[in-house]
């Protein structure tokens, strides 16, 4: 039997009315419970969830998994967008433009583009899992330390280019994320870093409570300075539509999608890649090759549209190593693994053989999670707009508390508020010294990783730098990176060169005429 014939099958089992009743309960308890501070990782919407889900029959059940996951994943964007409180890491960087689209008086649209290219990225992903699961697979094998540790490099030089005009502060702020990240037990040596003697931070410090403070509490601390009662000023639309991009808007963001979907769905595809990998390298590699680089950071539509086409093709691309090779992805991927296991199934080359009712069924509901997310969620936009339109006096409260419970939950403990202070003061002061914040978010999420996979690789070389050149991954990543960051360097020159030109042009001459002289 053909792999369409499968995937039609697979839609067959998935189309009942039960399923699909089934996957729209899926996205709506995804959505509501990813906004919450503490669990808005996909991963820890499912794992809330999985008790329930076990309770059904295989098939359903697992359905209803992938409009949960879908679901937490749109709650993600819509708290970025809104309220520039990103719950999971993949959404980090949308707090760069979904938030300035949003202050602009645009977070209907931000918001729109959110669904839409997602919608396209996930279609594009699951037809790429159904014909090219095979030979992405065998690619995604070869992936060893050594390439982990190049594509870790890649994304930590890749955050000084979205740094915007002062590199920098970007490597300040990158620095900064690296020097938290190292907090904690070296898992190599046993040997204490930077805990001061505190047991507190023998595990390191929380993803949250750092995010939390230095977005969410930050962002309350900047905006008190504004008029009591104020809120976010704009107009709101009288019809659907207008909460929706416009024509110009996916004009713009073509490009975005097309790459977004694309870089998604092959680092996904990469054990242990991810989603937030690659929605940051696709916003960098977005911002480098438009012509309108300028407006990346504040507000441009293309900065949504190519993070979020990759947070969603990743989707596809993680179950390529799970289904294929019984290998998750991402945490996201490992709850699903769990279920799986738990309903007999054992992930692995014989799946699509021995399972071809869980396997299709499985593919065709990424798809119609992502249907049901977008029916759900567009009309439903003007609502969540709204929160907008709530004064600060009344909303902010709200935000504090739900930051300082999002931080206690995850460990229990009163020391993650003192540090959620702490970090919530270093936000507030990079906002005063325009530092971005979410280069340290980044370096703190893939900081570890590129520390572990570099420890990793020089200890199968017998600390030898040369296996990152003499494998083929890891030489071509290594290119690629040098490349990107030659790019980067000499576009500024090149800016810079124009600035002066313009500034003084009569300087220019006089050089000119000197040097023939």
Same mark, same amino acid.
């Given at each position: ?27 709506? $308890?995804? *959505? =509501?419970? &990813? /906004?919450?501070? !503490?669990?808005?990782?996909?991963? +820890? %919407?499912?794992?809330? #969830? @999985? ?10 059940? $697992?359905? *209803? =998994?992938? &409009? /949960?996951?879908? !679901?937490?994943?749109?709650?993600? +964007? %819509?708290?970025?967008? #809104? @309220? ?25 649209? +931000? ?407």
């Amino acid at each position: 039997m053909s792999v369409f014939s499968n995937l039609l099958d697979g839609f067959a089992s998935a189309l009942t009315p039960m399923n699909l009743l089934w996957v729209i309960i899926g996205a709506i $308890l995804g *959505t =509501m419970i &990813g /906004i919450l501070p !503490g669990l808005g990782n996909p991963a +820890a %919407t499912l794992a809330v #969830l @999985l008790p329930l889900t076990l309770q059904l029959p295989a098939t359903t059940g $697992l359905i *209803t =998994m992938a &409009g /949960i996951y879908h !679901g937490a994943k749109f709650a993600g +964007a %819509t708290t970025a967008i #809104l @309220l520039n409180i990103p719950t999971e890491t993949s959404s980090v960087v949308l707090c760069y433009d979904g938030h300035e689209l949003a202050k602009q008086g645009r977070a209907g649209p +931000a918001m729109g583009m959110s669904a839409i290219s997602g919608f396209i990225a996930s279609t594009v992903g699951v037809i790429a899992l159904t014909f090219a699961a095979p030979a992405a697979a065998a690619v995604a094998v070869k992936f060893g330390p050594p390439e982990f540790a190049m594509l870790m490099l890649f994304g930590l030089l890749l955050v000084v280019t979205m740094a915007g005009k002062s590199p920098v502060k970007g490597l300040i702020s990158m620095v900064a994320g690296l020097l938290v990240a190292t907090v904690g037990v070296d898992l190599f040596t046993g040997t204490q870093r930077y805990t001061f003697g505190s047991i507190d931070l023998y595990d390191g410090i929380e993803f949250l409570t750092l995010t939390l403070g230095l977005f969410a509490v930050g962002e309350v601390l900047v905006n008190l300075q504004r008029k009591r009662g104020a809120t976010i000023s704009f107009v709101a639309p009288k019809r659907l539509r207008d909460y929706l991009p416009n024509r110009e808007d996916f004009r713009r963001s073509r490009v975005a999608i097309a790459l977004g979907s694309v870089i998604g769905f092959f680092v996904g595809a990469v054990p242990g890649g991810g989603s937030t990998i690659g929605s940051f390298v696709s916003y960098a590699l977005v911002k480098n090759t438009s012509r309108r680089k300028h407006l990346f950071g504040k507000g441009a539509i293309e900065g949504v549209a190519g993070p979020e086409a990759a947070n969603n093709s990743e989707s596809g691309g993680a179950m390529i190593p799970l289904l294929s090779l019984g290998l998750p992805g991402s945490a996201s991927t490992s709850v699903m693994l769990a279920a799986l296991v738990l309903y007999g199934v054992q992930p692995g080359p014989l799946l699509f053989t021995d399972h071809p009712e869980i396997g299709w069924p499985v593919i065709a509901s990424l798809y119609l999670g992502t249907i049901a997310l977008l029916v759900l969620n567009l009309p439903l936009i003007p609502m969540w707009v709204q929160i907008l339109r709530i004064p600060y006096w009344l909303l902010y409260p709200v935000i504090l508390v739900l930051a300082i419970v999002g931080a206690y939950s995850v460990r229990g403990s009163m020391f993650d508020i003192w540090l959620l202070l702490g970090f919530s003061a270093l936000g507030y002061a990079f906002r005063k010294l325009d530092i971005p914040s979410a280069p340290m978010l980044m370096a703190f999420v893939l900081g570890p990783q590129a520390e572990l996979t570099l420890r990793q690789s020089l200890t199968l070389s017998d600390d030898s730098p040369l296996i990152f050149v003499q494998r083929p991954v890891s030489a071509a990543i290594l290119g690629v990176t040098v490349a990107v960051v030659l790019f980067a360097v000499v576009s500024r020159q090149r800016k810079r060169r124009a600035a002066l030109a313009v500034a003084a042009p009569g300087a220019e001459l006089v050089t000119v005429s000197e040097g023939e002289r």
